[in-house]
Structures are given as structure tokens and as C-alpha cells.
């Protein structure tokens, strides 16, 4: 009889052990933040390398502005987990990218409309303000990014026409296109623009 009890708490005990372990486990995995997906840091290091880096590109900023342009992009590494790359920011529970802020970044190149940054479908914040696109044409894939609710291309050298595409950006809460060289939006797009945000009351 008293092997038996002695039998019994040494299961109850182990059955103990094991459903606190467990629970550790569990606590373990939900707080370890899952790193960004390799496509999206392919794209990030592809949008990179297609930009040389130039102080010129940001001058506005640094005399106007008041703020102090730096290289952001410098930060970015092969084989490093890309949420933690300057400007960059992610979702925390999927390790999506949803944020990317190049603002100021000395950036001086263009952006076809095969840019690998339209690789990055999760996006809600993009910032590339006061940098130097030499005269890049805005492409209508900027109408793709579904979550996008800030964007701002201000002071960056654009140029051309603002593609209808734009319209499309219904979560859009906040739009800076100014200081670059586009043709005024045409009355279509900035009406499909204003049907089509669904964040405020029409």
C-alpha cells in the first residue's frame, strides 16, 4: 500500500512536471518574433543595389528641412533578419514587412515599374521623401499596395503623370506628392480617390 501512494505521487508529480513544461514551451514561442519572410528581404536588398547613394539627393532635407540626411540602406545586410534593418518595419505577430521609411536617405536612381519594392504586398507606411528618383515616372503599380494607408513621395523628383492606379488606395489616411514635378491629378482620379477611401465617413 505504500509503494502504491508513493507510485501515485510520483505520477501526479510527473504529469505536473510535464503540463509546466509545457506551458513554458508555449509561453517561449508566442514571445519569439518571427523574422521577415526571404522574399520579402530579397526585395529589400534588390531595391538597394538598384540606387547609388549620393548626399546631393537629399539636400533639401538637411538645409530646409532641418533634418539630417544618412544612408539608411547601409544597415541592410545579407543573411540578417531585414525587421531590423533601419527604416524597415514589421508586422510583429507574422514578421510581414508593413512599414518601409527611406526618407532621407540619399537615395539617387529610378523606380521602374519592375522595382522590387511592388514586391512587398503587405506595405500600410511608405516614406520615400526627400530623396533624388532623377525624374522617375510614379508606376501604377503604387495602386497595388492594398493595406497602404501613408504614403509619401514628397520632394523626391518625380515626374509625369499621378496613374489613376493611385484611386485604388482605399485605406489611404494620408497622401504627400508635393514638391516634384507631376502634372496636376486629373478630376477622375482625385473623384475615384475620394470615393474610394473607406476610412472616413463620405
Known amino acids: 500500500m505504500c509503494c502504491l501512494l508513493i507510485r501515485s505521487f510520483q505520477l501526479l508529480y510527473l504529469l505536473f512536471f510535464l503540463l509546466n513544461f509545457q506551458a513554458y514551451l508555449s509561453s517561449c514561442s508566442s514571445s519569439i518574433t518571427p523574422l521577415c519572410s526571404p522574399e520579402e528581404a530579397a526585395a529589400l ?11 546631393d ?20 545586410k545579407e543573411g540578417s533578419d531585414c525587421c531590423s534593418w533601419d527604416g524597415v518595419t514589421c508586422d510583429s505577430m507574422k514578421g510581414q514587412v508593413i512599414g518601409l521609411d527611406l526618407s532621407c536617405s540619399q537615395l539617387y536612381g529610378r523606380i521602374p515599374s519592375n522595382s522590387s519594392l511592388f514586391h512587398l504586398p503587405h506595405l500600410q507606411k511608405l516614406n520615400l521623401a526627400h530623396n533624388n528618383f532623377y525624374f522617375s515616372k510614379m508606376s501604377s503599380k503604387f495602386g497595388g499596395f492594398a493595406s497602404l494607408m501613408y504614403l509619401n513621395l514628397s520632394d523626391s523628383n518625380f515626374a509625369g503623370q499621378v496613374p489613376s492606379q493611385v484611386s485604388h488606395l482605399s485605406k489611404l489616411v494620408s497622401l504627400d506628392l508635393s514638391q516634384n514635378y507631376y502634372q496636376p491629378l486629373d478630376r477622375h482620379t482625385l473623384e475615384g480617390l475620394v470615393e474610394n477611401l473607406t476610412e472616413f465617413p463620405h
Open 45 to 55: 536588398i534588390q531595391f538597394k543595389t538598384s540606387f547609388s547613394i549620393s548626399q
Open 57 to 76: 539627393s537629399s539636400w533639401n532635407s538637411d538645409h530646409y528641412a532641418g533634418i539630417n540626411s544618412y544612408p539608411k540602406t547601409n544597415s541592410w
